[in-house]
């Protein structure tokens, strides 16, 4: 089930909801707890039903190793174990892949075997094995005390984190499951989580889908690879990536508020950084201080050596490209830059200002992003060298236009001003999704009220295919 679907949004939500709160009312506490685990996954089942047989070992196999953790009084005995476990995990996600996703995309690779090596390795880490995964050495750590089955089943599988995350700690999410006090119902975080719902829709099926049907017709008509058309081509497919993710993020934590359940932010206005180190701190925020937690810091080991700094860094892009399925290419090219930009800042103390620091930030993340995006390194390569000059065409269709609808017409494809527009302002300018949404909370008034019911009725017209989010298939 997609986020950006009417079942979602009018049926599935709304009837979870009621029902979770009138549990609660009763202090039929564990029947709610059962409640939203029984949801979870009856939402995992409308998306893949295979899914659901894969998770359910998983989780069954993962907490029986950690309680094995709890008894096992041997650091070494431990450590093999916690080793293992995370393989395993690693194991059956790549096992998946190999049985469930390769076959339906072995056509793909015949047509370009440029793109194989992203299939060779598919995404072995998914966001349900990431938290398995944090979860098992947090246990190692002696971090998680008093186990309990559907705690930890309901930590894993939350559907409004479950498809693309945020990525949580058992320690900051299943707390709030057992808090009373966020068992009544909150006006509040009610207001906050619709508000945070409603930019959500907006961005995902008025913004990025718009920019996907641009790129869509681009390709089917062959002009991603003339001269300017290359650098309209690339901003769409990186505005296309930042406002799927960025919606995904906003809906899965406005239908967490609606349960008083906090998840961590995201995502804080990734293009507003003034370098690459600090775009970091600013997308997919948890994926990477998972990385950094559990990879970066072992392997640096807090040296102040900058090559085993650099080589640390590396290492986890490398993964982080690999984990999104994208290229090897993607992933060290990300390390690189990151890394020139630690030593261009520890070297050289020069003042660049502000404006100019976060437009030189986007174009090397748009330049970036065509090795993410892509089919194949040779199609990206294609693109990168169209954007500097050496073109396949040369003709100069028309871009720019000013129609609210799509026009797929040859040499008249229109990437609409308004919206482009727009997105600048909300990339550039704007505040973040949660800040809007706690404004909207405490002001509450008449006249946000209907902009923000306007936002919604304009965003539910635009549901017209539920192309499903950036990293749904993660």
């Known amino acids: 089930m997609q986020f950006n679907s009417i079942n979602y949004i009018f049926c599935f939500l709304p009837s979870i909801f009621i029902l979770y709160f ?25 998306y893949k039903t295979e899914y659901v047989l894969v998770l359910a070992c998983a989780i069954i196999i993962n907490y029986l190793i950690s309680i094995g953790l709890l008894k096992n009084s041997s650091a070494l005995k431990d450590k093999i174990i916690v080793t293992l476990a995370i393989i395993l995990n690693i194991l059956i996600i790549l096992g998946f892949n190999l049985v469930f996703i390769l076959p339906s995309i072995h056509s793909t690779i015949e047509e370009h075997p440029f793109n194989s090596i992203n299939f060779i390795f598919p995404i072995v880490i998914s ?39 945020p990525i949580t700690r ?18 509040e975080n009610i207001y906050i989580g619709i508000c945070l719902i409603a930019i959500g829709l907006f961005q995902k099926t008025v913004l990025a889908d718009h920019f ?41 934590m406005g239908s967490a508020y609606l349960f008083n359940i906090i998840l961590p932010l995201n995502i804080n206005t990734s293009f507003k950084a003034q370098s690459i180190s600090e775009y970091w701190s600013r997308w997919d ?58 030593i261009f800042t520890k070297k ?11 437009f030189i930030t986007f174009v090397t993340l748009l330049l970036l992003n065509n090795f993410n995006c892509m089919k194949s390194a040779f199609e990206s390569c294609t693109i990168l060298k169209s954007m500097f000059g050496f073109p396949d065409n040369y003709y ?66 635009f549901i017209t295919k539920n192309r499903p989010f950036i990293y749904f298939n993660f």
């Open 22 to 46: 009138l549990f609660n009312k009763f202090k039929l506490y564990k029947i709610a707890e059962i409640l939203l685990l029984a949801a979870s996954v009856v939402f995992i089942s409308f």
């Open 127 to 165: 966001f349900s094995t990431i938290h398995q995964i944090s979860y098992l050495i947090d246990c190692y750590k002696g971090e998680i005390k008093g186990k309990n089955f559907l705690d930890y089943a309901l930590y894993v599988l939350f559907f409004p984190k479950f498809a693309a995350g």
């Open 170 to 187: 058992y320690n900051e999410i299943v707390p709030q499951f057992k808090d009373l006090s966020k068992k009544v119902i909150n006006p």
């Open 212 to 252: 996907y049907s641009f790129i869509d017709s681009s390709v089917n008509h062959h002009l991603q690879n003339g001269l300017y058309c290359s650098w309209f081509f690339s901003l769409a497919r990186l505005l296309n990536t930042y406002f799927s993710f960025s919606a995904y993020c906003d809906m899965a």
């Open 285 to 342: 925020i948890t994926m990477i201080k998972f990385l950094k937690d559990y990879i970066y810091t072992p392997i640096v080991k807090n040296s102040f050596n900058l090559i085993r700094i650099c080589s640390g860094i590396i290492i986890v892009f490398l993964i982080y490209g690999l984990w999104q399925g994208s290229s090897l290419i993607y992933g060290i090219l990300l390390g690189i830059v990151t890394c020139l930009n630690i």
């Open 348 to 358: 050289f103390k020069i003042k660049i200002p502000k404006v100019v620091s976060v």
């Open 396 to 461: 100069v269709p028309n871009l720019i236009g000013l129609n609210l609808h799509f026009a797929p017409s040859f040499l008249n494809i229109h990437l609409n001003l308004f919206i482009l527009v727009l997105s600048f302002y909300l990339i550039f300018i704007s505040k973040n999704s949660l800040e809007i949404a706690k404004l909207y909370s405490k002001k509450n008034n008449f006249a946000y009220t209907i902009i923000l019911a306007v936002i919604l009725f304009i965003s539910i017209l």
